[in-house]
């Protein structure tokens, strides 16, 4: 008899962050902590509907006549308005092709295929580290990876002679794929005189950048995470953004985002809206409407607008201050300075610099989750437990 279709599928890849979500949920001891997926908690633990949000919402449900399709590129008024949130004023309009994706996550798989159209195979340069899901990301769309120098583990910085060594040797026509603001996992960001000499030598060399925004807003502010990106989207003949609005407007199982293009001329970015809008129709042939909806009615109501820029702000302040407070205690607790750059890092994540077994410690042994690189989600932290994570860390260096 044949096998059957499946016997014959390899064991799926493990994914480090899902696969840490489900060991948390499925530990019994009361006292555990989540410093795992990149979630934002508020005091309580909880990860509430931001209130802009909930009352667009509510407005939606009263409002909305129909739910026909948006059909493959989404609604216009919101490509636009996500497009403006992204780039202000750097570059011209007319250039910029916009398309709602499935989340944040779509508009990468969406753009990484618009890249394989228009130079297949070609080679995106990643951060080393980058985000967990985007080299499997890159390759299931056709395109080869290869790694720039981005972090120094020990310092916690930005290695940025090393990066900008790396970025001198990528070949013309190449794609560098760059953390907006915010870089997950480390936490470690360029600064604007950075971004200034990275987009010079994106320009020299003729590469094309590639931006991730998943996190505007969760740094140093919302204008003010965008400059880096928006000053080198000036500089460049070209460039892509993938936007989320899954940890911004806290929508996550909504699935907003989009997909970006600032093309060379109108006639390119008519191209490149075409042909994103047929990637879309061959996979999932259009994206969800109702959390796009809900991102739009508070973008084009100033009040609520306002309500949402300001809640976004408490947000990053707590973060910012949960930060601060790690790194206090453990330069108490270590009676050093070698954590002080946890302070410096901005938005959800940092790598602390502990080896797998020291993270595995700390997850046996004091109920603390990480990921394995020892990436922790700052959002997680509960205010109260800061100085029972300080010393657990202590320990762990100390005993693993
Ligand atoms: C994270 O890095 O934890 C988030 O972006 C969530 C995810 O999907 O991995």
Redo the contacts with the bound molecule.
């Keep these: 008899m044949a096998d059957s279709v499946f016997s014959n599928l390899p064991a799926p890849k493990p ?1 480090a ?2 696969a840490l979500m489900g060991k948390f949920r499925a530990d019994e001891r009361a006292e555990k902590i989540d410093l ?4 934002y908690r508020d005091a309580e633990g909880a990860t509430p509907v931001m209130s802009s949000v909930k009352a667009a919402q509510e407005k939606l449900v009263s409002e909305e006549v129909t739910k026909t399709y948006v059909g493959p590129t989404g609604d216009k008024e919101f490509n636009a308005l996500l497009a403006e949130l992204a780039l202000g004023e750097s570059v011209e309009k007319e250039r910029v092709a916009s398309m709602q994706t499935p989340g ?2 779509g508009a990468l798989r969406v753009l990484f295929e618009l890249v394989n159209e228009a130079r297949p195979g070609a080679t995106v340069w990643v951060s080393n580290p980058t ?3 985007h080299i499997p990301m890159l390759k299931a769309s056709g395109l080869s990876t290869q790694a720039y120098s981005y972090f120094d583990a020990t310092s916690g910085d930005v290695r940025f002679d090393d990066m900008l060594a790396s970025l001198n040797e990528c070949p013309q026509g190449d794609v560098v794929l760059l953390h907006a603001c915010c870089h ?2 480390t936490g470690a960001n360029l600064d604007l005189d950075q971004w200034s000499q990275v987009g010079k030598l994106l320009v020299e060399r003729g590469l094309l950048p590639f931006f991730d925004m ?1 996190y505007q807003g969760f740094g140093d502010g919302f204008d003010e995470d965008a400059k880096g990106m928006r000053l080198v989207a000036s500089m460049v003949p070209e460039c892509v953004i993938a936007l ?1 609005c ?2 911004n407007f806290a929508v996550y199982r909504d699935r907003v985002g989009a997909a970006v293009v600032v093309a060379a001329n109108s006639e390119e970015a008519t191209l490149a809206m075409g042909q994103m809008g047929s990637i879309a129709r061959r996979s999932y042939s259009m994206p969800p409407n109702h959390g796009a909806a809900i991102v739009k009615g508070v973008l084009q109501d100033p009040s609520l607008k306002a309500d949402w820029i300001e809640e976004l702000e408490s947000m990053r302040l707590n973060m910012l201050n949960l930060r601060t407070s790690l790194a206090n205690e453990l330069r108490r607790l270590s009676n050093s300075d070698r954590f002080d750059f946890l302070a410096k890092h901005r938005g ?2 940092s790598r602390v610099g502990l080896t797998t077994e020291q993270v595995d410690w700390l997850r046996e042994n004091r109920a603390i989750y990480m ?1 394995g690189d020892s ?1 922790i ?1 700052i959002a997680g932290l509960p205010a109260d437990k800061i100085e029972y994570v300080a010393s657990a860390i202590i320990d762990a260096l100390a005993n693993a």
């Design positions: 994914d962050i899902l795992g997926v990149g979630v944040g996550s985000w967990a899901n997950n996992p998943a989320s899954s940890k959800m994540f990921v990436r989600n």
